[in-house]
């Protein structure tokens, strides 16, 4: 769904600034393969968006549509993730840069005196509890009916009270260990950090 609907945007942005001609370049191979019409879109969920992203194609004089691997597209991947940051950080939804125009400044990472995004306020609260073991620290990290696993391989403990049970269980010494974390990407309801422990 979202990378169907990143192509519709795409495209009635192309529109809006008065492009002839669309050069898409995807991540995707199926959504490539899926515009070429080499393969079908079989969820009826996408029918849709597939249909509005072809009708938008039939109206322009010349498009095309090419596979860029992941691994070869890391200016995209940065300003994605960018963009995730601004509008975690309240910033505005959508940046059009035209030909010419400076780019914006981007994210800055956060300081002591910057105001906490919600993944930052977490993070924090999360080393918070770490520290202290406290049940009155742990309890707002987690929703009642919470999962929450120590490592990928860890069995889940479920519900909030479990999870403060295990985290005492568990409990590390203060002052025995550092945490640092970097926010990767987040938005309201998702985020993804990178954390270091020694």
Known sequence: MAEWT?????LELARELGAAEVELLLDSKLIVEQLAGRWRVRD????????EAHRQL????RWSADHVPRALNAIADELANQAID????????RV??????????????????????PIHAWMDGYVR????????????????????????FASQVRGRDAIIADWQERGDEPDTW??????????ATL??????ID
């Open 129 to 152: 509890a770490w520290r202290s073991n406290d049940p009155a620290d742990i309890r707002p990290l987690f929703a009642d009916d919470a999962t929450y696993q120590m490592s990928p």
């Open 58 to 61: 039939g109206a322009l004089a």
């Open 6 to 10: 990143a192509v519709v945007r795409g």
């Open 191 to 196: 985020g993804v950090v990178s954390t270091t």
């Open 44 to 51: 009826p969920k996408l029918g849709p968006l597939y249909a």
């Open 96 to 117: 059009v840069l035209r030909p010419g125009d400076p780019r914006p400044d981007p994210i800055p990472k956060r300081t002591q005196s910057a105001p906490a995004a």
């Open 178 to 187: 550092n945490f640092d974390y970097e926010v990767v990407c987040a938005d």
């Open 86 to 93: 601004r509008v975690a950080a309240g910033g505005p939804v």
